[in-house]
């Protein structure tokens, strides 16, 4: 039986690396690969109450993830579809390319750690068009924003995926991963930005001649300055919510999601109904991207049978008796979460680890937190952000790897340094 569940997984997890030249989305992957091994499992194993029981752990544990995420995507789309992020876009005006870079990269950085590092490459990449004429800047631009996204996101436990998981299971708590692991994280981004800022030293920017209607007559002021510090509010509130109540951060986050719905629907009431249709938040709901909400049910329903069947136990055995340094480990599971989807890595490595050994805020976590965070940055595959600028500016995978994975990588090792140094100075 384990054989089989390896080799399936294998399978299934090489299915969702190969997506794009495989032409076959990897939500679907990630299901089969669930369905299976659960099948395999349940049909093995003879105790069909106990394979129901771990069953339930597992939808109850996946489902937190799962409704939180739902709920952040609702809110960014509310914000978005009031042109909330003009409020920030708006005041980003400079001459200089290297100036506008680390402008780019800082607010990136920062707004990454409050909305998601998917959304705010986006937003940024969306920016850069009307900010930039040229090809070639907003590329390059493009590359940077995938860098700053990651790394922003690692150190914020509503910033990026992983350290979402590493959060609401309990590895991370709030003030800590903010503590630990946020110098690691502007390091990766400072030290890019060091090298391309020399590159453009002395170039100025090219602006479009004629830029793009953005919309804005759709909302007034006080609706686009409403709903972006309202969301951003929620956003941000959901950690001080589970650290007074004690209660999981999808419940805060739907709780803020009801707020932000029933002041919606107050401020547009007096409109009619096709104004206000595309700003309520039942269009956002339409709007999120279910694709990836269906592939994380997927893939952490597939990780939890090799955790229920204690292969990944004797996994991290293997590697600690082979490797036996926590931090080289970690590092391998950074870069190689350039070239797989980084969820089921840091979900397989949340199974492999008991907390018992290691726990909350322990080196183990905070350490995959940052690399699983921003190892992604070194290919164009290795993050959604990634695939979401490859997508938006059409990168090729080999012009990425020309021109910005060596920056990233830089970045990537810098950060691991500070953060080792850090830790043996305050621990």
Known sequence: ???????????????????????????ASALMGAGLLWTIYAISSGDHAQVGHQLDESLASTAQIVFFLMGAMTIVEVVDAHNGFEVITSRIKTTRLSSLMWLVGFVTFFLSSVLDNLTTTIVMISLMKKLLDKQEDRLFFAGMIVIAANAGGAWSPIGDVTTTMLWIGGQITTLAIMKGVFMASIVNLIVPLLVVSWMLKGRE??????????????????????????????????????????LPPFMGILFGLGFLWMVGELVHRKKDHDDKQHLTLVHALMKIDMSSIVFFIGILLAVATLEHTHILASLAKWLDHSVGRQDVIVTIIGLVSAIVDNVPLVAASMGMYSMTQYPPDSFLWEFIAYCAGTGGSILIIGSAAGVAAMGLEKIHFFWYVKQISGLALVGYFGGIAAYMVQYKLFH
């Open 205 to 246: 920017v090219v602006t479009p001649t004629q830029l793009e209607d953005n919309g804005l007559l759709q909302t007034t002021l006080f609706e686009r300055n409403l709903m972006f510090f309202m969301g951003l509010g929620i956003l941000v509130c959901v950690p001080v919510f589970k650290t007074i109540t004690h």
């Open 1 to 27: 039986m384990l054989t089989m569940l390896i080799v399936v997984f294998i399978i299934a997890y090489a299915a969702i690396a190969l997506e794009h030249p495989i032409g076959i989305n990897k939500s």
